[in-house]
């Protein structure tokens, strides 16, 4: 008679585990990773990353060297370090990288100060054709259509790029403003602006920007049975809720709020 025990570890012996040691970089803007009182990495995508790499087998060590999207990339590339957090999976990046299924969904929003006077349903070719400023990411993938009016947007010098969704925020708020609209990352926005500012700022369009965001990782660094274990982890931990849990937890109210409505 075969004994459960014996069972269960055949199962377990089966799985793809993750033996890699990987180095993850993070920029530290809360609420997506930031140093706690204790001087301990936690935030949103510093606690997901963490829990799903652990849960997959891998050891995990931290990059924290601020750096610009396009410097991110290269670094990557270079082997600096071995992940990226909050990636979007594009033809270009899979030469050289892996990705893995979605761990949370990023959310980018259209934004002005509430005294400029613009109108809620304005959009990003609205703004554009009307000769608006745009406070906007400096590289990054955020679809085939804003590469396409960024580029337009530069063309008329009407563009302010940021390195990092916080710089971009300081612009927006500068005296005088740098641009009279800012696309970026809406958690870090919002946490940018506080409680106490939350009613000065409106968001533009019917619909903020939601997209899929994963984990890329640099092929050199992972194998396929690798991935395949990450890949396993993100879907037991997305199905029993803790990653869903975490996004909650870290989530500021105002854009819990318009994500329900």
Same mark, same amino acid.
């Given at each position: 008679?075969?004994?459960? $025990?014996?069972?269960?570890?055949? %199962?377990?012996?089966? +799985?793809?585990?993750?033996?890699?040691?990987?180095? %993850?970089?993070?920029?530290?803007? !809360?609420? $997506?990773?930031?140093?706690?009182?204790?001087?301990?990495? %936690? &935030?949103?995508?510093?606690?997901? !990353?963490?829990?799903?790499?652990? +849960?997959?087998?891998? +050891? %995990?060590?931290? *990059?924290?060297?601020?750096?610009?999207?396009a410097r991110i990339i290269r670094s990557l590339k270079d082997g600096e370090f071995d992940v990226m957090i909050r990636a979007s999976d594009t033809e270009k990046r899979r030469e050289y990288a892996y990705f893995s299924r979605p761990y949370r969904q990023e959310v980018v929003g259209l934004f002005s100060q509430k005294r400029a006077g613009l109108p809620s349903a304005l959009t990003l070719d609205k703004a554009l054709a009307e000769g608006l400023r745009l406070i906007g990411p400096?590289?990054?993938?955020? &679809? /085939?259509?804003? #590469? #396409?009016?960024? $580029?337009?947007?530069? !063309?008329?010098?009407?563009?302010?790029?940021?390195?990092?969704? @916080?710089?971009? @925020? /300081?612009?927006l708020f500068a005296n005088p403003s740098r641009g009279d609209l800012i696309l970026v990352d809406a958690d870090i926005f919002f *946490?940018?602006?506080?409680?106490?500012?939350? /009613?000065?700022?409106?968001? *533009?369009? $019917?619909?903020?920007?939601?997209?899929?965001? *994963?984990?890329?990782?640099?092929? /050199?660094?992972?194998? +396929?049975?690798?991935?395949?274990?990450?890949? #396993? !982890?993100?879907?037991?931990?997305?199905?029993?809720g803790r990653l869903q849990e975490m996004e909650k937890h870290y989530r500021p109210r105002p854009l819990l709020q318009i994500l329900q409505e």
């Open positions: 008679m075969i004994s459960l $025990s014996i069972i269960s570890w055949s %199962v377990f012996a089966n +799985e793809p585990r993750c033996d890699a040691s990987l180095k %993850v970089h993070l920029d530290l803007h !809360a609420p $997506s990773a930031y140093l706690n009182s204790q001087q301990q990495v %936690v &935030g949103m995508d510093a606690d997901m !990353a963490r829990l799903i790499l652990t +849960e997959a087998g891998c +050891e %995990v060590e931290w *990059h924290l060297w601020p750096m610009t999207g400096a590289s990054g993938w955020y &679809g /085939e259509h804003f #590469q #396409q009016l960024r $580029s337009k947007w530069r !063309a008329l010098n009407l563009y302010t790029s940021y390195p990092d969704a @916080a710089k971009g @925020a /300081e612009l *946490h940018f602006v506080g409680p106490a500012r939350y /009613e000065s700022v409106i968001v *533009h369009g $019917s619909d903020l920007f939601v997209t899929p965001a *994963h984990l890329m990782l640099r092929k /050199e660094a992972v194998d +396929e049975e690798d991935l395949q274990a990450i890949d #396993q !982890a993100i879907q037991v931990l997305r199905r029993d």
